[in-house]
């Protein structure tokens, strides 16, 4: 679907531990021609290193010190890399360490930054499910209000962004942790929270605030 909306050839695509499989990582160089940085588990083609000779266990292990390793992989036609490292911000036990699959020739560093460009949609969906909007306590069935609902409250998140970023000075910082009390989002959040009770006053706080074609006065 995406594919035929867009111009998708030679972009590269960022997924987490859900996309893998030999087939998928083929149609995407050879059908759809793009390339892609794909998060994959510590068991994930363990054995098909293995019987290439390579030892993932060593390359896990140094990986675990923090060390930014890669291993090339061979997956039917395709030639991959698997390039790892240790996780900083592990959000459980299982979350150690980073292991990434690219048909990219890129540093291993590029590898790594291009994927933690996948982070902001991350940040973009835990305000969308449970920081904020909690949009999966809506039980929406139609289609076409789903889509609607979706579009409304993206557009919402964006204005929480850009008022909180505005005033992100007025942030209070944790004196100890040098941290802020509140994200960007939340305290968007809370400024534009008391206008969102219907629709049409959002709207109409909306033109107030950001309406460009205001009559302004002319220059002295």
């Not at 993932?56 to 991959?80: F, I, M, R, S």
Request: charged share 25%; proline share 2%.
């Amino acid at each position: 679907m995406a594919n035929c909306l867009y111009p998708l050839k030679e972009m590269t695509l960022i997924a987490d531990r859900e996309y893998v499989g030999r087939q998928w990582f083929n149609d995407l160089i050879e059908k759809f021609e793009l390339n892609f940085v794909i998060r994959i588990s510590e068991t994930d083609y363990k054995l098909d290193l293995q019987c290439q000779g390579k030892s993932y266990a060593q390359l896990l292990k140094k990986a675990k010190k923090g060390k930014l390793v890669e291993q090339t992989l061979t997956l039917g036609n395709q030639t991959l890399r698997i390039v790892a490292t240790k996780n900083q911000t592990p959000e459980n036990q299982g979350d150690s360490l980073i292991i990434l699959i690219t048909n990219l020739s890129l540093k291993r560093q590029k590898n790594l930054a291009v994927y933690k460009l996948r982070w902001q949609i991350e940040c973009l969906f835990k305000c969308l499910k449970s920081n904020g909007f909690n949009l999966e306590m809506i039980a929406f069935k139609d289609h076409k209000k789903i889509r609607l609902l979706f579009c409304i409250v993206i557009a919402c998140y964006v204005l929480c962004v850009r008022e909180g970023l505005k005033n992100f000075k007025q942030i209070t910082v944790r004196q100890k942790a040098n941290t802020k009390y509140e994200s960007i989002f939340r305290k968007g959040y809370s400024l534009i929270s008391k206008h969102c009770q219907q629709l049409v006053l959002l709207l109409e706080w909306c033109l107030e605030k950001y309406n460009t074609n205001k009559i302004r006065p002319k220059p002295q």
